[in-house]
Each structure stands twice: as structure tokens, then as C-alpha cells.
């Protein structure tokens, strides 16, 4: 996984290719289906441009659509497996309410289906990856299909300057700071896809809890649950709070940040800021996913934990099956 992070910049130079490209049309809304790793990317494709009409859906058989909306949107069905069931149910309920579709993942079931039909297609590079650390690769993917021929240029022509290993060394001061606490990884709503990230980062490598929230929402309910009395500080006294802070938020935004960590370090909670490049949104979304990889990556070591894999997953889907 370190040979992962240290090669990271060359997923983000990565050229997709869509098979079958006569038969794909972008439509006036997208929606990516997908679960775990193959759904991240289209968080971070949201910070980087909150307009574009793009919408995660994480689940069966596009529930939460009608048959008119389909029909008039993309729907990307992304697994890097090509497994996911849920995965391929989406794909069957927008085959059949026809909508445009377009299929993203590295091997399995999806990609045998897409090139069966005829329906376009990105056969992205696997080489062993976990999803979760392919994340590079499926936003260079949706953005091909997204159109978006700029983004991907400015990404590639950012991505010769990045160095993942300048990461490490923070990487390391953050996992020394959580070792032995649940991390709890609190962002702006514009910035909460980097935060899930983070999450995603410590349940599946560090193979540990932990939570993330959003302000200003968190102020109005979590916050709450941390005013502890002398039988509920066993709950949370193992708590540590990672803060991301964007020196582009709102500026009331920043203020409850600053009030919060005020409000957590008097109840005796330790609580840290990890500041966010400001200059470039591009930087802003992977230095804080490479510094999730690293930060996870450590903790592992440091628990002990075996980072490659996800075999509490692999058991339930077996189960599924069964």
C-alpha cells in the first residue's frame, strides 16, 4: 500500500477512454451509482465544482428516482469490482427506464454486461489496487464522461508537481495525535465529501471506527453529545477530533470551527487542525486524500492492523450470497 500513496500522482494523469462511444450521450443531470471506494469520486468532483449536476446514489435499483427523471439523465454504474449488487441493480433499473448509461470499473460482471449490450464503457487500470486507493483513476474517469476536458487537463498538468512522499511526515504527526483515540473528522458541508474520505481511510486501512460530520449542521444536534456527565464520559472519552480547515470558507463558518475547538478543549478534548492547501482546489482535495492515506496507513502499523483488504466485507458478502 505505501508503493500505492508513493505512485498516487500517476492515477491522476491517467487518459480514460470510452468504449463504445457512439452509443453514449451526456444527459442534463448525472447520477453515479456506487458503493465504498467506487463512489468517492464523485464527492470530490462536487468540491471541486459544487454546480455540476452530479448526485451519489448508494444503493438498489435508483429507489430514490422515477422513470421520467431517469430518462432524462447519465447514469454512471461504477464498481471497481463489477460485483457490487447493488451496483448492478442500478444498472438494470436504468437499462430498462432508459436512461443514458455508462459503465466504470476495472473487471467482473458490469464490464462483461456493458460490452454484451454494446454500452459505453472505462476499463480502468486495476494492477491489484484496493477501491479506496483508485480514487485518483475514477475522477479522472468521471470526469472524461462528465465532459469536462479542462478539469482533466489542469488536474494532469498539477499532478507533474505533486510529490505524495512530502505528505508523509504530517501524515505520521496526525496518527501519533489519534493513536489510542476514535477519530472523528469534522469539515465544512462544501468540503464533507474530504472528510468521508478521511473516514472511509480509517474504518477500511486502519481497520478502527471512526465518524465524520459537517458545519454548521454539527452545531445544531452532534456537539451535544460531548457535554458529558460522570456516567457517559466512559462513551466518549476516546475521542479525538480532527478539524479541516479551508481558509476559503465562509467566514461564519470558520468562526464556529474556532468556537468548537474552544468549546471541546474545556470539556478535555484534544482536538486538531489540519489546514488545507488554499491556493488551488485541486491540491486542496488530494493532499487531504493522500494525507488520509498516510495517517491510516500508520495507524495500522502502529495497531498492528493488516491495511491491504477488507475481509470483514469479503465475509459478509459471502454471507449475502449464501
Not at 476536458?149 to 488536474?155: G, M, N, P
Not at 505524495?164 to 496518527?175: D, F, Q, V
Not at 473516514?199 to 452545531?219: G, H, R
Not at 453529545?225 to 462513551?235: A, E, H, M
Request: hydrophobic letters at 40%; glycine letters at 6%; proline letters at 5%.
Amino acid at each position: 500500500m505505501e508503493e500505492t500513496i508513493q505512485l498516487f500522482g500517476s492515477q491522476l494523469s491517467y487518459e480514460p477512454v470510452i468504449e463504445n462511444m457512439g452509443n453514449f450521450k451526456l444527459r442534463s443531470r448525472v447520477i453515479l451509482c456506487g458503493m465504498g471506494g467506487s463512489a468517492l469520486a464523485a464527492g470530490l468532483i462536487k468540491v471541486f465544482d459544487p454546480l455540476i449536476p452530479l448526485k451519489t446514489y448508494r444503493g438498489y435499483d435508483l429507489a430514490s428516482f422515477s422513470d421520467e427523471e431517469l430518462q432524462i439523465s447519465t447514469v454512471i454504474a461504477s464498481s471497481f469490482s463489477g460485483n457490487t449488487e447493488e451496483t448492478l441493480s442500478c444498472l438494470d433499473r436504468a437499462i430498462k427506464a432508459r436512461a443514458s448509461v455508462v459503465a466504470v470499473g476495472a473487471s467482473g460482471v458490469l464490464l462483461d454486461r456493458a460490452r454484451f449490450l454494446k454500452l459505453p464503457h472505462i476499463v480502468i487500470p486495476g494492477n491489484g489496487l484496493e477501491p479506496r486507493m483508485a480514487l485518483g483513476l475514477f475522477t479522472c474517469a468521471v470526469l472524461k464522461i462528465l465532459e469536462k476536458k479542462d478539469a482533466l487537463a489542469e488536474l494532469k498538468e498539477w499532478s507533474r508537481s505533486f510529490d505524495p512522499h512530502n505528505l508523509r511526515k504530517e501524515g505520521e504527526k496526525i496518527a501519533e495525535f489519534l493513536s489510542g483515540y476514535v477519530p472523528v473528522v469534522y469539515s465544512s458541508d462544501k468540503n464533507g465529501p474530504l472528510g468521508y474520505v478521511w473516514k472511509v481511510s480509517f474504518n477500511e486501512t486502519s481497520k478502527i471506527p471512526s465518524f465524520c460530520n459537517v458545519f454548521p449542521e454539527l452545531n445544531h444536534n452532534e456537539m451535544t453529545s460531548f457535554d458529558v456527565v460522570p456516567n457517559t464520559v466512559p462513551l466518549s472519552k476516546n475521542t479525538a477530533f480532527l478539524f479541516l480547515i479551508d481558509e476559503n470558507d465562509d467566514e461564519r463558518i470558520k468562526k464556529r470551527m474556532l468556537i468548537s475547538k474552544e468549546i471541546y478543549n474545556e470539556l478535555g478534548f484534544n482536538v486538531l487542525e489540519i489546514v488545507l492547501p488554499r491556493s488551488y482546489v485541486w491540491d486542496k482535495i488530494f493532499t487531504s486524500t493522500i494525507l488520509s492515506y498516510w495517517t491510516a496507513l500508520l495507524l495500522a502499523r502502529n495497531y498492528g492492523t493488516k491495511p491491504e483488504g477488507v475481509p470483514l466485507v469479503e465475509e459478509f458478502k459471502k454471507r449475502m450470497k449464501d
